[in-house]
């Protein structure tokens, strides 16, 4: 995972955890857990890349459903904010891939 990677993730999990503790609800939990210390790839790097690809894609349509469907203010606002920044790493990405084939 490289590291702007990381930056956006945490800074997605970090503005939304704290909206969520503010308002006594509890956070979800991070589904790192699950990840390994491995140093043999079990996948591809083409795979693996389609793959990160779609899970970047699906976060653009939620926060879009989102905007619509929420009746508050300050959370449209997040999303919109955050769109750009998932918007331009998705076209990075997808560039590594039309670059590599």
Known sequence: MCSGENKLRKKQIEIFSQILTKEDLPAPMIWDTGITE???????DKFRM?????????????????????????????????????????????NIMIKHG
């Open 38 to 44: 491995t140093t043999s790839p079990v996948f591809s």
């Open 50 to 94: 389609f793959h990160v690809s779609g899970m970047i894609a699906a976060p653009i349509g939620n926060y879009g459903a989102a905007i619509s469907a929420s009746p508050r203010r300050n959370l449209g606002l997040r999303y919109a904010s955050l769109l750009p920044e998932v918007s331009l790493y998705a076209e990075d990405r997808a």
